[in-house]
């Protein structure tokens, strides 16, 4: 494992768990992606379920709800790197899965998402996001990447934006955006 990339790692996550944050934060960063992010109705939407001090996104899963935008959660299928998106519904039951994730109980339909929004521990400003490390994301973005145009979407808060360029591989893939509650990164272009 690269060990500029792991000291990185060790350090963003120490930095984001210490942040002082205002649940006000997550429904800031809500509007904001509302606000920025092209939805169009049929759109599928991948969120991500907060493990630790992540960035809350239940308020953005709340609005995708109101305007009956389809949402799935990232399941983690046993001996594959890539992630498979099952649906999640206000009704649909949850469990606790590998890594300390959370993954709808019902697994019989999975979906190719259109816009995938990515937990990060830090991002800069080419795109470029740092993970915990286990290349989930970065296999499925490549993967839906070469199936159709989609949308990845960083979902953090501003301080977890880093001035110098994170250590990269060629296999990292990189966000289109990053929505923060300040403010939004776009890096389309």
Not at 145 to 165: C, D, M, P
Request: charged share 25%.
């Amino acid at each position: 494992m690269n060990t500029e990339k792991q000291s990185v790692r060790q350090n963003a996550r120490k930095f984001r768990d210490q942040l002082s944050v205002s649940p006000q934060w997550s429904m800031d960063a809500a509007e904001n992606f509302i606000n920025a992010v092209p939805i169009f109705q049929k759109a599928i939407v991948s969120v991500y379920y907060p493990i630790g001090s992540e960035i809350d996104p239940s308020p953005l899963v709340e609005k995708l709800w109101q305007n009956n935008i389809v949402v799935c959660l990232p399941c983690i299928e046993s001996g594959e790197r890539a992630l498979k998106f099952a649906l999640w519904t206000r009704q649909g039951k949850l469990e606790t899965a590998k890594f300390g994730t959370t993954e709808p109980i019902d697994k019989t339909i999975f979906y190719d998402p259109d816009i995938v929004i990515v937990p990060l521990l830090a991002f800069d400003q080419q795109g470029n996001r740092m993970g915990y490390g286990q290349g989930h994301y970065d296999e499925t973005l490549g993967q839906l990447r070469r199936k159709k145009n989609i949308l990845a979407v960083g979902l953090a808060y501003a301080e977890q934006a880093v001035l110098l360029a994170l250590p990269t591989e060629p296999h990292d893939q990189k966000l289109d955006m990053v929505i923060t509650p300040q403010r939004v990164f776009d890096f389309r272009g």
